[in-house]
């Protein structure tokens, strides 16, 4: 999450940036993870049931991180994951014309911000901000 | 005929123990390997977007729970950076 921050804050000037916030990957009353429990991290949720329960996490998240990004929530009939398979996380650049010009893998494990600063950096040249 | 079965068997059996073994060791545990397949792999697609396709347009909530906004709205003049995630 980190690298997506410094890509953005290094081209947000060049680039439109948007998060979307989708199904939860590690609920409680799922696969929760031993990394999210309370004495660790304490990310504790159940899988939203209602898109108020949605907002409400997403919401936590960004005020928890003060997540600088532009921010969208997936409808409950999970209308945007489908269209991008994009559960549980997953990078896409949308070129100027609406067409896909990047697609990531599925994370965790193909989830690589590395190629998106690539992409951004092969059309506007390398850009990091100090400090960022 | 018998034989053949039982040699079968035992290879079918085999693979499906070194299979969920590879599986629990890769999730972190026998029980992180069970949810894994019941609730992960569902929802894990590989897609059929390609680059060179048209962006799908989708209908968003924004934070405050009420103002909804369309995709394209937001593909104007530069690139966008989609990010789809979770909390968890």
Redesign the interface.
């Known amino acids: 999450m980190g690298d997506?921050i410094q890509?953005?804050n290094d081209?947000k000037d060049?680039?439109?940036?948007?998060?979307?916030?989708?199904?939860?990957?590690?609920?409680l009353d799922?696969?929760?993870?031993?990394s999210?429990e309370k004495d660790k991290d304490n990310?504790c949720?159940v899988q939203p049931k209602t898109?108020?329960q949605r907002?409400n996490?997403?919401?936590?998240?960004?005020q928890r991180f003060k997540f600088p990004?532009?921010?969208?929530?997936?409808?409950m009939n999970d209308?945007?994951?489908n269209?991008?398979?994009?559960?549980?996380?997953?990078?896409?650049?949308?070129?100027?014309t609406?067409?896909?010009?990047?697609?990531g893998g599925?994370?965790p494990f193909k989830y690589d911000p590395k190629e998106?600063r690539a992409w951004?950096a092969q059309?506007y040249g390398d850009v990091t901000h100090a400090g960022s | 005929m018998k034989r053949w079965l039982i040699w079968t068997s035992i290879s079918v059996g085999s693979l499906l123990i070194i299979g969920f073994v590879g599986l629990s060791f890769m999730a972190?545990s026998p029980k992180?390997a069970l949810?894994?397949v019941?609730?992960?792999l569902p929802?894990?697609?590989?897609?059929?977007?390609?680059?060179?396709?048209?962006?799908?347009d989708?209908?968003?909530?924004?934070?405050d729970?009420k103002t909804r906004?369309r995709?394209?709205e937001?593909?104007?003049?530069?690139?966008?950076?989609?990010?789809?995630?979770?909390?968890?």
């Not at chain 1, 060049?14 to 609920?27: G, N, V, W």
């Not at chain 1, 996490?57 to 960004?62: G, M, V």
């Not at chain 2, 989708?58 to 934070?63: G, P």
């Not at chain 2, 937001?74 to 968890?88: D, K």
């Open positions: 997506v890509i953005y081209y060049r680039a439109d940036f948007l998060t979307i916030y989708i199904r939860e990957a590690h609920p799922e696969w929760q993870m031993k999210n990310v949720y898109l108020e907002i996490i997403a919401n936590d998240f960004t990004l532009p921010f969208g929530v997936d409808e209308a945007a994951n269209a991008y398979a994009a559960w549980p996380e997953r990078l896409y650049i949308i070129d100027e609406g067409r896909i010009s990047y697609k599925n994370g998106v951004l059309r | 972190g992180d949810a894994m019941r609730f992960a929802h894990m697609h590989v897609g059929n977007l390609k680059p060179g396709d048209s962006a799908p989708v209908r968003l909530v924004a934070l729970g906004f995709l394209h937001r593909t104007q003049q530069r690139p966008l950076v989609l990010i789809f995630g979770s909390f968890t």
